[in-house]
């Protein structure tokens, strides 16, 4: 990472996960990660989150948002299809990608933009 600026590239992201599917709470290292994010990218950052317990209800999308608000985290409102649209359109045969994918594979985009698109026309 200590080359990407200077080849172009910016570091725009951090993944970060819980252990227990019970642990709602942000990473201990999310929230200064995050801000060490914005310093650098100029922008403010926002950490977003997989609820693992969320996930279980296929009308939830999971996922939580929180925002810099003074020397904390704010709750952010985050607008996402429930995991149920997502299995619908893998039950259609449509390819999702995960950011673990991703990862191996760049070229693979972990936003699935194919996915919204198969949403808004079923």
Do not use: M
Request: charged letters at 25%; aromatic letters at 6%.
């Amino acid at each position: 990472a200590h080359d990407a600026p200077a080849s172009g590239r910016r570091i725009v992201g951090y993944y970060a996960a819980n252990e227990h599917i019970d642990d709602a709470s942000a990473a201990r290292t999310a929230g200064p990660v995050a801000d060490a994010l914005a310093k650098g990218g100029g922008a403010p950052a926002v950490l977003v989150q997989i609820s693992n317990r969320r996930l279980a209800d296929a009308g939830d999308h999971g996922l939580s948002a929180f925002a810099r608000a003074g020397d904390s985290w704010g709750p952010l409102d985050v607008a996402c299809a429930p995991s149920s649209k997502f299995l619908a359109a893998l039950d259609a045969g449509i390819e999702i990608v995960d950011f673990d994918a991703h990862l191996d594979d760049v070229a693979k985009d972990w936003r699935n933009p194919h996915v919204g698109d198969w949403l808004e026309a079923n």
